[in-house]
């Protein structure tokens, strides 16, 4: 994917990847953040699984 040339999908899939890594490490950072609708869906996913 990251080499498919897809900007927009390039784009989510690092926006993704910065939150996971967030929530993994410091969870307490996002408690603070206004998050889209798109990031809050990923991380309510994302906890869905572990």
Do not use: C, Y
């Amino acid at each position: 994917m990251l080499l498919s040339g897809d900007h927009g999908k390039v784009a989510k899939w690092r926006r993704e990847q910065s939150l996971l890594r967030t929530a993994r490490l410091r969870p307490d950072l996002l408690a603070d953040v206004e998050l889209s609708p798109a990031d809050r869906d990923f991380l309510q996913r994302l906890g869905e699984e572990g």
